[in-house]
């Protein structure tokens, strides 16, 4: 059965995740086990409210985008509308396609939804003790990123085995979207962490930050680096514009075509942390984590208030996530060949570029001013870029190879 | 190709190079999308042939919608059938019903009075502005974009208010009688139709904006599922589809009708004939109307009161105030009532430009109350066979798209 071969794996992988985990455990102090598994039920119980309440946000802010109301009548402003949604999908009827394979399509959403929560416990929310004298982190693993990107992979897997499952059509072609977009964007988001990761000279997440404290947000040395992780995270998120393996108008859905109930909500849930996770890791490698802006810092009155652990954690999350949702109402979806050419030849040579130069600026110890430079120099690059092909002259042949319309 | 119809419709699949590993086992996958599918723009059913995400051969199987409206239209009189016109293509509703009233009006010989026919155009002009905003909404829906749909159908809400102010329905408004209009035009009327004209270019402005410089919309559109203006004609593509493919042919100039020839308009004309230009010269198309529409209403000011329906008694019912005076008008007005009125034996058509293309009403009469025979030439089901020419060989993504650019209404496609 082939489900049951996936799961031995999957098992397998669960089993040893702990051996993994200890073999790299850190040398400090830690927090009581019982602190730590509070604080990862409060990390899930946060994401899982966090999801309910990013639908509503989402759909009153994409219905100002789009001049209408959106939900206004459950509750006050709409406030229960996620409470009425969750009611709905535990209690509509819970089918189970009959010719699909049982096992991997029950296990599909669930792993989904268990690896996307999996990296959020890693995000620092702030200074270490600060949470009631304990760590403001479920774990402080050395190899951070690196873990973050072996579960947020897996989480993919759900998608794939969703649409393999459901033995129908449309779920196969959009999963095997997701499995091509995934190739691609993949290796262009991680070779855009290598550069910030090189400088720093760790993958741990709480030092990345203090490090930023120390030097000065990455963002200004790392600039291309942002942007491309920017995009990719989207596409991870499967998000617009790279929300092609859900595309709606020609897969009805996708990978979850077949998904009803809370097993569809469960897909739904899992593309939500993925944002909120995503959202959250941008701000900790980018942009200096949960401290406030340096200069502010400085400002007597100001910097007292404004410097309370979790607040700016949360102030620029939501940045991000309402980045996400601007995103959405604007733009419109790629198609899955042109997201890959659109990662293979632009975002990836971008990295390795990207990538090359810091590797060179680091190795022959030049001043970090050198990449704040560059990046300048490719922020202008990108603008004068972006002027000269910012109105596709209708004349002119599509710039990414358009395959349609080829006479066959 | 498209001189060889049997090529057309059974590619042999061993002509595409479906695999470069011969190895790999792979086969061509066929997938039903329709009846119900939320991108078929109704109930359009295509069979495609799929290797990968290529579309070897689409197959499009329509009647999911057939209502039998040409064949009830046999059992109405043919002030009645105006009933059945204008529910064939609920999006440009108005140009079947003025395209069924020219075609028996020339049946009959029927004069429209100058104001009424100003009015038709200047409502028909307005119905295309509408079926436009929508092919346009939910055309770039189909891209994956959501926000243009909602503004697009904020205009299209202000011309069926406006639709419902004339005639009491915002879609199915029977407000064209045989030889004129139901009625005149609500008094401040015009006044809210210049209002409107007014703030539309720049809400043609605000879609542009919203759309065609977005690279992405670029990317997905520029060069799909290209129709060569050969294969146009031969497809017999119409309408602004047929015009994106460098086609000059708009009824309203090469067989004006309704007095089109003495309104100033340009027939915007592309070269592309790629889903970017078809979506393209539907913008185009409504700032041509607004002037139309502009100038319908200069007109309408211009003229003042004056009749708006065919003063002869045979055709059109008597005024309500005769009928207590005239003893004639009360004959004129039962046997009009009972039994409509006998069209002299013959048959006819009237081709018209709505807004998918050639729109005419083929009447047959057989001397009676009631057409013998009506056949409809509805854009949509002509224009829906260059479909799987079109979208031979483009992605599936883009096979929504090139459906959308098309602008099948799926009622007029059956009727």
């Not at chain 1, 309910?52 to 789009?66: D, F, G, H």
């Not at chain 1, 130069?357 to 030049?366: E, H, I, N």
């Not at chain 1, 990414?400 to 080829?406: F, K, M, T």
Request: proline share 6%; aromatic share 12%; net charge negative.
């Amino acid at each position: 059965m082939k489900g049951m071969q996936g799961l031995g794996v999957l098992l397998g992988v669960l089993a040893l995740s702990p051996a993994l985990a200890a073999e790299t455990a850190v040398a400090e102090a830690t927090d009581p086990l019982w602190m730590v598994g509070l604080k990862a039920f409060l990390v899930i119980f946060g994401l899982l409210t966090a999801f309910a309440y990013m639908t509503l946000v989402e759909r009153r802010l994409l219905a100002r985008i789009q001049i209408r109301q959106g939900p206004n009548r459950v509750g006050p402003t709409g406030l229960l509308q996620p409470l009425a949604d969750a009611i709905k999908s535990i209690f509509k009827e819970d089918l189970v396609v009959a010719k699909a394979d049982r096992v991997v399509f029950v296990l599909a959403p669930m792993i989904s939804v268990t690896f996307a929560v999996l990296t959020f416990g890693l995000i620092p929310f702030g200074p270490k003790d600060a949470f009631f004298g304990y760590d403001p982190w479920v774990i402080d693993l050395d190899v951070g990123l690196l873990y973050v990107f072996a579960v947020s992979e897996i989480a993919i897997y759900g998608i794939f085995l969703a649409g393999w499952a459901s033995n129908s059509k449309y779920s196969l072609l959009g999963s095997l979207r997701s499995s091509a977009s995934m190739i691609s964007y993949e290796l262009a988001l991680g070779i855009s962490l290598l550069a910030p990761v090189l400088l720093v000279g760790s993958l741990n997440l709480r030092q990345i930050v203090e490090w930023q404290h120390q030097n000065g947000w990455l963002i200004l040395y790392m600039l291309p680096a942002f942007a491309i992780f920017l995009l990719t995270s989207m596409a991870e998120a499967a998000r617009t514009p790279f929300d092609l393996p859900e595309a709606e108008q020609e897969l009805v859905g996708g990978y979850n075509t077949e998904y009803s109930s809370i097993k569809w909500a469960l897909f739904q849930m899992a593309e939500y942390i993925h944002l909120i996770t995503a959202s959250a890791l941008i701000p900790t490698l980018f942009l200096g984590g949960w401290r406030m802006p340096g200069f502010m810092e400085q400002i007597p009155v100001i910097g007292g208030i404004f410097s309370l652990p979790y607040l700016w954690m949360f102030v620029k999350i939501a940045f991000f996530l309402f980045f996400f949702i601007w995103v959405r109402g604007t733009l419109f979806r790629l198609r899955y060949d042109q997201l890959m050419v659109f990662s293979w030849g632009r975002l990836f040579p971008l990295a390795l570029v990207w990538f090359l130069l810091s590797a060179g600026v680091v190795a022959f110890g030049l001043p970090l001013s050198l990449l704040a430079w560059l990046s300048l120099a490719s922020l202008v690059g990108f603008l004068v870029y972006a002027a000269v092909t910012a109105r596709p002259d209708p004349k002119a042949p599509s710039r990414l190879g358009n395959r349609g319309g080829v006479r066959v | 190709m498209v001189r060889d119809p049997a090529k057309l419709h059974s590619p042999s699949v061993e002509a595409y190079e479906i695999s470069d590993a011969p190895e790999l086992k792979s086969e061509v996958m066929t997938l039903n999308v329709g009846p119900q599918h939320p991108s078929t723009h109704g109930v359009l059913r295509v069979v495609v042939d799929l290797s990968g995400e290529q579309i070897l051969r689409l197959t499009p199987h329509i009647g999911y919608l057939h209502t039998g409206f040409e064949k009830n239209m046999e059992h109405r009189t043919y002030t009645q059938c105006i009933t059945y016109t204008p529910r064939m293509d609920y999006l440009h509703s108005f140009a079947h019903d003025l395209a069924y009233a020219l075609a028996v009006e020339k049946l009959v010989g029927a004069e429209v009075p100058p104001r009424a026919e100003t009015i038709r155009v200047m409502l028909n002009e307005l119905s295309r502005i509408a079926s436009h905003l929508v092919f346009l909404g939910t055309g770039l829906l189909d891209f994956g974009a959501l926000t243009p749909f909602f503004y697009a159908f904020r205009e299209r809400e202000a011309v069926l208010d406006l639709f419902e102010w004339v005639s009491g329905q915002r879609f199915h408004h029977n407000y064209i009688r045989i030889g004129g209009l139901k009625e005149d035009l609500p008094p401040e009327f015009l006044g809210e139709v210049k209002k409107f004209i007014a703030q539309m270019p720049y809400r043609i402005d605000e879609y542009e904006a919203l759309f065609r410089e977005s690279p992405i919309f670029y990317e997905r559109a520029r060069g799909v599922a290209v129709i060569p203006p050969d294969d146009a004609i031969n497809l017999s593509l119409t309408g602004g589809s047929l015009r994106a493919s460098g086609v000059d042919y708009d009824v309203r100039k090469a067989y004006p009708y309704s007095g089109y020839e003495t309104y100033k308009f340009e027939v915007p004309v592309l070269y592309g004939g790629d889903v970017y230009d078809r979506m393209i010269i539907r913008i185009l198309e409504m700032r041509e109307s607004v002037k139309i529409i502009q100038q319908a209403v200069e007109r309408l000011e211009a003229m003042g009161p004056g009749p708006i329906r065919d003063p002869n008694p045979q055709i059109s019912l008597p005024p309500r105030h005769l009928l207590e005076t005239s003893m004639e008008a009360v004959i004129y007005h039962f046997k009009l009532v009972t039994e409509g009125f006998h069209p002299a034996l013959g048959e006819v058509y009237v081709p018209t430009e709505s807004a998918r293309g050639e729109l005419g009403y083929y009447i047959i009469s057989d001397g009676g109350s009631m057409p013998y025979r009506v056949k409809v030439r509805s854009p949509s089901f002509v224009n829906l066979q260059s479909l799987s020419f079109a979208c031979k060989g483009v992605q599936m993504a883009d096979m929504v798209v090139v459906i959308a650019s098309l602008d099948p209404v799926m009622g007029d496609v059956d009727r």
